[in-house]
């Protein structure tokens, strides 16, 4: 950047995301089998027959994750049954709104250090760009309906541009170049 280097922090995941951050890190690398893994944390062995893969390196389908979630759990399961459940729910929740990545319809099984293409957390990097460069972030051309939702909640700042407008059909090399435009002339004093 002219003005210097930036980047996200923990702090930022914690007030855009509203996602605590204390505790101890989890760290290390894993020589798991991630059929195993699916096996051992998810409850099935995932299904890879010729054009139908389920499981692509450590990429497993989420709707593979939503099948295992469409039926409610008996009312005597046991608690191990329980816990593969809702990680099977939290996974595919995850991977389809938070940790997106470029196919659209998978999700890591764990964090992945050798990535190709764009992945992670792409919500987090939109609103520390909205947040860090506030002449990039779009402006909210209105807000929710009164009393949509009840009393005004005290939650992670990225509600801010929960009412932000859908710009899917405006040519996206438009954005691209205005972008491109503002961060190469922008001032050291136009970052938070």
Not at 14 to 23: A, R, T
Not at 62 to 91: F, G, S, W
Not at 118 to 139: D, E, M, N, S, V
Not at 155 to 180: C, E, M, Q, T
Request: charged content about 25%; proline content about 8%; aromatic content about 8%.
């Amino acid at each position: 950047m002219p003005h210097g280097e930036v980047t996200i922090t923990l702090q930022d995941v914690e007030v855009l995301l509203g996602i605590p951050v204390d505790g101890d890190a989890i760290i290390g690398s894993t020589q798991e089998t991630w059929v195993d893994v699916c096996r051992d944390f998810l409850g099935f062995r995932p299904v890879n027959q010729d054009n139908h893969k389920q499981l692509d390196g450590q990429r497993i389908l989420i709707n593979r994750l939503l099948e295992e979630v469409t039926n409610p759990l008996p009312p005597n399961a046991e608690e191990d049954q329980l816990h593969k459940y809702a990680r099977c729910y939290i996974l595919a929740l995850l991977g389809d709104t938070i940790f997106m990545d470029k196919s659209g319809d998978r999700v890591h099984l764990m964090a992945n250090e050798d990535i190709s293409q764009i992945g992670r957390c792409l919500l987090l990097l939109q609103y520390w760009a909205w947040a860090r460069f506030p002449y990039l972030c779009p402006t909210v051309e209105r807000g929710p309906p009164v009393g949509a939702y009840g009393p005004p909640v005290r939650g992670p700042l990225s509600l801010k541009w929960l009412w932000v407008p859908n710009k899917k059909n405006r040519p996206a090399h438009i954005f691209r170049d205005r972008y491109r435009e503002q961060l190469a002339s922008m001032l050291p004093d136009q970052v938070w």
